[in-house]
Structures are given as C-alpha cells and as structure tokens.
C-alpha cells in the first residue's frame, strides 16, 4: 500500500516537472531569441506601414501566408524530414571526423543522438517559437520583395552594375568566364542542381541549428545573422539597388547582346535537359508582367543565395576547420553558379559576402550583449 502510494506520488512529481519543462522551455526559447523575434516583428510591422504608405494596400502578412506555404501540414512534414536528414548527416560527420562511437552503428547512433537532443522539450519549443514568427515574416519578405519595383523602378543600377563586373574581370563579362571553364551542357546541369539546392541547405541548418547546437550564443548568433540577412541585404539593400539581373536585362532595362548571348546559351541546354534555372526565370518574369499570380518579385543585388551560403560557411567555420572548407567550396559553387546561370551579376555576390562578414561580426556582438542563456537546454 505504502508502495504504491509512493509509486503514485513520484509519477505525479514527474508529470509536475514535464509540465514545467514545457511551459519553461517555451518562455526560455522567447527569452533566448528575444532580440531576433523583436527585429521580426519591427519588419512586418514597417512593411505593413510602408506599403500602405507608398500603395494604399496592407501587406496583409498573415492572411498571404496561406499563399506562400500550402498547408501546415506540409511544413511539418518537410521540417521533419529535414530534421531526420540533419541528424544522419551529423552522425556521419562525427564518425568521418573521428568523433564518433565507431564501436556503435550508425542505425543507434542515429537513435541515441535523437534521444539525447529531441526527448527534451527545449529543442521543440526554439523550433516551435522559430516558425510561429517566421512564417509570417518572410511572408512579409516576399510582399516586399514583389513591390520592389514600385518602390524603386528597375533603371540605372544594372547598367552600373554589368560595367562594374567588367572593370573587375578584365573587360569581360563574368558569365564569359564561368562558361569558358564550364562550357559542357552536363557541366550547366549539374551546377543548376547544385544551385538548386540552396534551399535545403539553408534551412535544413537553419533547422539543424535550432535543435541539434547546444552552444547557445553560437545559436542565437546564426539565427539573428539569418533575420539581418533577409532584413539589411534582401529588403534594405534590394529596394536601394533595385535591379533585375542578366537574365531579365534584355527584357526590362534595354538591348544588351552579351546577356542575349548567355540566355541563348542557357536555352539551348534547356532544351535538351530541362533547367530549373530557366523554369523559375519564366515564372518569375510572368509574375512581372501580370501573367500568372507573382511567384516572388525579381531582385539581383544583393545576392541572397550568396548571403546565405557564406553565412552557412561562417558558421561551420566556428564548428570545425573541415566542415568550413567544405561549406566554403559550397559558397564558391553558388557564385559560379549565380553567374552561369544568368541570375546575378558577380557583384551582387560580392557585395552580398562582404555584407555578411559585417552582419556576422555584428550579430556576435549583439548576442554577447543581449544574449540570455536558453535554460531548456539543461532540462
């Protein structure tokens, strides 16, 4: 009787504490991410307040996020996999590297690594917390991003920006010398699939970061430099430089046979194996022209792509020497492939990596500063 009196009195005490895990892992993740979720906020806000400014229209960011992403169940189903993804990719890692149990396979390790990072609340309330506040903020982004030329009609930047390209590449087009290096149709192909996959790599670390890294500061540093990007390089910078690229330069800004040259190269491969480059140049450049419903406005500099891979790659860097080379090999690849493949002068990805390093530097300062440490990840 005494037994199970106690039985029940320890089964109680532990519902208390799990019930205080959650609710303490949820109020730490809002502490922790305090300033990233601030700096969200403040940009739906402004976005809100500027378009109805400049087009007598609210962004209207909420009710466009049924738009932008199809349902939720969709979203959950693409973080999990992008979660079980992650975490085989960081077993292997481990054991590539030598920090892994090799006397373990990787099937446990897999397991053992899901135990000792997921059974706790706190890793779910950051990735719970991340996406309640992110979905509406990047749809605030897009809204933006579509506007662009309203707010600052497409004119003189991408003729700065092709001539720069050449002073910096000895009088050549950069495209010209990608396409000298790269100039076989499988050799297109497999950097279009490469550049595709931008996504995936971003936010499955965006992701992996949120669950898997139990540095705090290094955390919140990646995420708030993630926010910055989008805000300082792909809102700010965008609307200041608004341009639309070699791929649209022909079409919107005027005649220009270097760039009619590089689409027409581009259309050739495409035609006979189908690029995702040129399918989503056509959705984006019908979006424009009032085609088809706007898949997402056309902005060149500053390059996000690039933003976002060098971020990637500062990241690693402060994880281990090996992964660094390889995420900066992965950068280096989206800038050639930013440029072979039409979207982006090389200038964008210049000035989008400088940018970077800055928003990098400053996101480690602020962290230091108004960094509060995530007590979820000791439960």
Same mark, same amino acid.
């Given at each position: 009787?005494?037994?199970?009196?106690?039985?029940?009195?320890?089964?109680?005490?532990?519902?208390?504490?799990?019930?205080?895990?959650?609710?303490?892992?949820?109020?730490d993740?809002?502490?922790?991410?305090?300033?990233?979720?601030?700096?969200?906020?403040?940009?739906?806000? &402004?976005?809100?307040?500027?378009l +109805? #400014? $400049?087009?007598?229209?609210?962004?209207?960011?909420? !009710?466009? *996020?049924?738009?932008? @992403?199809?349902?939720?169940?969709?979203?959950?189903?693409?973080?999990?996999?992008?979660?079980?993804?992650?975490?085989?990719?960081w077993?292997?890692?481990?054991?590539?590297?030598?920090?892994?149990?090799?006397?373990?396979?990787?099937?446990?390790?897999l397991?053992?690594?899901?135990?000792?990072?997921?059974?706790?609340?706190?890793?779910?309330?950051?990735?719970?917390?991340?996406?309640?506040?992110?979905?509406?903020?990047?749809?605030?982004?897009?809204?933006?991003?579509?506007?662009?030329?309203?707010?600052?009609?497409?004119?003189?930047?991408?003729?700065?920006?092709?001539e720069?390209?050449?002073?910096?590449?000895?009088?050549?087009?950069?495209?010209?010398i990608?396409? &000298?290096?790269?100039?076989?149709? +499988? #050799? $297109?192909?497999?950097?279009?699939?490469?550049?595709? !996959?931008? *996504?995936?790599?971003? @936010?499955?670390?965006?992701?992996?970061?949120?669950?898997f890294?139990?540095?705090?500061?290094?955390?919140?540093?990646?995420?708030?430099?993630?926010?910055?990007?989008?805000?300082?390089?792909?809102?700010?910078?965008?609307?200041?430089?608004?341009?639309?690229?070699?791929?649209?330069?022909?079409?919107?800004?005027?005649?220009?046979?270097?760039?009619?040259?590089?689409?027409?190269?581009?259309g050739a491969?495409?035609?006979?194996?189908?690029?995702?480059?040129?399918?989503?140049?056509?959705?984006?450049?019908?979006?424009?022209?009032?085609?088809?419903?706007i898949?997402?406005g056309?902005?060149?500099?500053?390059?996000?792509?690039?933003?976002?891979?060098?971020?990637?790659?500062?990241?690693?860097?402060?994880?281990?020497?090996?992964?660094?080379?390889?995420?900066?090999?992965?950068?280096?690849?989206?800038?050639?492939?930013?440029?072979?493949?039409?979207?982006?002068?090389?200038?964008?990805?210049?000035?989008?990596?400088?940018?970077?390093?800055?928003?990098?530097?400053?996101?480690?300062?602020?962290?230091?500063?108004?960094?509060?440490?995530?007590?979820?990840?000791?439960?």
């Open positions: 009787m005494e037994n199970n009196e106690n039985r029940n009195i320890n089964v109680g005490s532990a519902a208390s504490v799990n019930g205080r895990g959650v609710i303490g892992s949820f109020v993740s809002i502490s922790g991410l305090g300033l990233s979720l601030t700096i969200m906020v403040g940009y739906i806000i &402004a976005v809100e307040i500027i +109805w #400014a $400049t087009t007598g229209n609210f962004a209207n960011t909420f !009710s466009s *996020y049924l738009y932008y @992403y199809d349902t939720i169940l969709k979203r959950i189903a693409l973080i999990l996999t992008i979660v079980i993804a992650a975490s085989a990719i077993m292997l890692w481990k054991n590539i590297t030598g920090n892994g149990d090799v006397s373990t396979s990787l099937t446990k390790q397991i053992n690594g899901w135990r000792a990072h997921l059974a706790k609340p706190g890793p779910w309330m950051r990735l719970l917390v991340i996406l309640i506040f992110y979905q509406p903020f990047f749809s605030a982004f897009a809204t933006l991003k579509e506007h662009i030329p309203k707010l600052n009609p497409f004119s003189h930047w991408d003729v700065s920006f092709a720069l390209d050449r002073v910096l590449h000895f009088t050549m087009d950069p495209w010209q990608t396409w &000298a290096l790269f100039s076989s149709p +499988w #050799a $297109t192909v497999v950097i279009d699939r490469l550049y595709i !996959s931008w *996504y995936s790599a971003v @936010y499955g670390t965006l992701f992996a970061v949120i669950l890294d139990n540095n705090t500061q290094r955390r919140a540093r990646f995420i708030l430099a993630h926010i910055l990007l989008w805000v300082l390089l792909g809102s700010i910078s965008a609307v200041a430089f608004s341009s639309v690229g070699p791929c649209f330069y022909n079409d919107a800004i005027g005649t220009q046979q270097s760039f009619g040259e590089l689409m027409a190269r581009l491969v495409d035609q006979q194996y189908p690029l995702y480059a040129i399918k989503l140049q056509a959705m984006l450049w019908d979006g424009y022209i009032g085609a088809r419903p898949f997402e056309i902005s060149a500099m500053p390059s996000l792509h690039i933003a976002q891979a060098a971020l990637l790659a500062l990241y690693g860097a402060t994880i281990s020497k090996k992964l660094a080379l390889i995420l900066w090999v992965y950068f280096l690849i989206m800038l050639i492939g930013s440029v072979h493949l039409g979207w982006h002068y090389a200038v964008d990805g210049y000035f989008a990596a400088i940018g970077t390093l800055l928003i990098w530097w400053l996101s480690g300062i602020m962290s230091k500063v108004t960094g509060v440490p995530f007590r979820s990840s000791k439960r």
